[in-house]
């Protein structure tokens, strides 16, 4: 089977790449890197020849609202329409748990955007929506401090390990089409503030956690529903990473 994973340079993508080669596919890393660009075009109808599957999950280069939505709205539809030229017969697109929740966060609308693209083009498709990953726990730390305090929210969150979310999607990219959603978390639930003030103990971060209810995410306003899975009666395939926080801190730090 020939699998293309678009962003298979980035976090998510070395691992899916690594884990079908391992199981014996060919699979090819495409980005701008390896001369496959989809907000141009450029490189795709080549890179898809032959293609059964493409595992997208490539990020924007801004969180901007504007940026953010010109990236997966061009990237998404350049996609399936080089992937219908191409034959392929399943697209597998990373998203996030809850991107429908928070619809006053630029990026959760241009998922959910990139998400409708990938439905409505008529080509097989499985939709993984994965919760935070445990190495964006420090970026959000460091967007929300001053002065050596971290502010923020204690919002629960069942944040995932990449390496679990790779596996998720290495799984998903050789089984046949959902035509539907997954929900991808961790195996615990977790607040947002604890988590930061974990990680800085386990790095001997000398920063200091105040916690503000109000704080949101990401400048969005959010509660314990909105980035925790099993929250939409829609969505009945619910998948756990085995990886917990404690495990992923102490193999790293």
Do not use: C
């Amino acid at each position: 089977m020939k699998i293309v994973a678009i962003g298979g340079t980035g976090l998510i993508g070395r691992g899916i790449v690594s884990r079908l080669q391992e199981a014996g596919h060919d699979v090819v890393a495409a980005s701008p890197s390896t001369g496959v660009d989809t907000v141009t075009g450029e490189g795709l109808a080549a890179v898809l020849e032959g293609a059964d599957v493409v595992v997208d999950t490539p990020n924007a280069p801004s969180f901007e609202d504007g940026p953010v939505h010109e990236f997966f709205e061009r990237s998404a539809t350049n996609l399936v329409a080089a992937e219908k030229a191409a034959g392929v017969r399943h697209h597998v697109v990373l998203s996030i748990v809850g991107a429908d929740r928070m619809p006053d966060i630029g990026y959760m609308r241009a998922k959910v955007m990139q998400e409708r693209i990938v439905r409505e083009s008529g080509v097989p498709f499985t939709i993984v929506r994965a919760t935070q990953f445990f190495e964006f726990i420090g970026a959000l730390a460091d967007g929300a401090t001053k002065d050596g305090t971290a502010v923020l929210s204690d919002v629960l969150m069942q944040p995932i390990a990449a390496a679990d979310v790779s596996a998720a999607l290495a799984e998903v990219a050789v089984a046949a089409p959902l035509n539907g959603i997954v929900e991808l978390a961790g195996p615990e639930p977790l607040r947002l503030d604890e988590l930061a003030r974990r990680l800085f103990s386990a790095t001997g971060d000398p920063r200091t956690v105040s916690t503000d209810p109000d704080a949101g995410y990401y400048g969005g306003r959010v509660d314990d529903r909105s980035l925790t899975p099993g929250n939409d009666p829609a969505i009945t395939d619910h998948r756990f990473g085995g990886t917990t926080f404690s495990r992923w801190l102490e193999d790293r730090h």
